[in-house]
């Protein structure tokens, strides 16, 4: 006769085998699961990257907007004020009084010059200068005087002063050239 078998051996290893392709069963599924979490949580990084990045070029551009909307206002400001400065050197020119009101005078218009210069206006002196059709207009014209050389036209005079704003011609410098 044979010897009895352990059946208890038996069936113990046949539930460690099901325990076991269940085991792997479940890690397979884990692990499908724990790649989908994956990206999704790189879906939601890339996500916040993007959204992250707008956000930074929607500060920077209404940081420029400002900046623009503040020069407009500046330019705005100083194209109106162009007539007192005007108004100032006409008065300074024609001015009869006596010495302490042509001083005061004098001294508001170098106030007010020079506020405007702090925000960025320049005067354009071209006096002598070869004329640029960007920076000067011609208003009058005469002859050029017969012991100078030809070349370009040359401001003789000017007419009203002009002015660049930040390095921009805000308004062109009306002159007498010789041609």
Sequence with gaps: ???????????????????????????????????????????????????????????????????????????????????????????LLNLEADERVRKGVELVYAELLGVLERSGLARIDPKGASFDPNEHEAVMEEARPADVADGPPVVTDIMRTGYRLKGRVLRPAMVKVAR
């Design 1 to 91: 006769m044979s010897e009895p078998r352990d059946t208890r051996d038996d069936e113990g290893a046949a539930v460690d085998a099901a325990a076991l392709e269940a085991n792997e069963g479940d890690a397979a599924v884990e692990q499908d699961e724990l790649d989908a979490l994956r990206r999704e949580r790189d879906d939601y990084l890339e996500l916040a990257r993007r959204v992250q990045a707008e956000f930074e070029n929607y500060r920077k551009r209404m940081t420029r907007e400002q900046t623009s909307i503040v020069e407009r206002a500046t330019e705005r400001l100083v194209e109106e004020l162009l007539p007192v400065l005007d108004s100032f050197e006409l008065a």
